[in-house]
């Protein structure tokens, strides 16, 4: 089994900043990427940004310039600090890693970013 924890999510004015962390643990043998999703109500899980095995970054369009996707391999944690913050960045955001062998995905439960305008 494979446990992601996130925190560092909460309620920020338009135009600040957060700082979201990741912590992964359990059967981890090896990693092809992890990344970040946001599902905001009423609206489809997307996807926000990973990293994979070899630091190489992928964003959508709508965070590029204002978010950074970054990664601890000693810790096993990867970190999304989020910066000019908008109220439509408003959503759950989710970690996600997928192990190299296997291919399979594992989710973390999710933490809320509000922010207000």
């Known amino acids: 089994q494979v446990q992601l924890v996130e925190s560092g999510g909460g309620l920020v004015q338009a135009g600040g900043s957060l700082r979201l962390s990741c912590a992964a643990s359990?059967?981890?043998?090896?990693?092809?990427?992890m990344g970040w999703y946001r599902q905001a109500p009423g609206k489809q899980r997307e996807l926000v940004a990973t990293?994979?095995?070899?630091?190489?970054?992928n964003y959508v369009d709508s965070v590029k310039g204002r978010f950074t996707i970054s990664r601890d391999n000693a810790k096993i944690t990867v970190y999304l600090q989020m910066n000019s913050l908008k109220p439509e960045d408003t959503a759950v955001y989710y970690c996600s890693l997928q192990q190299s062998y296997s291919g399979n995905y594992y989710w973390g439960q999710g933490t809320q970013v509000t922010v207000s305008s």
């Open positions: 359990g059967n981890i043998f090896s990693i092809a990427r």
């Open positions: 990293i994979n095995s070899g630091g190489s970054t």
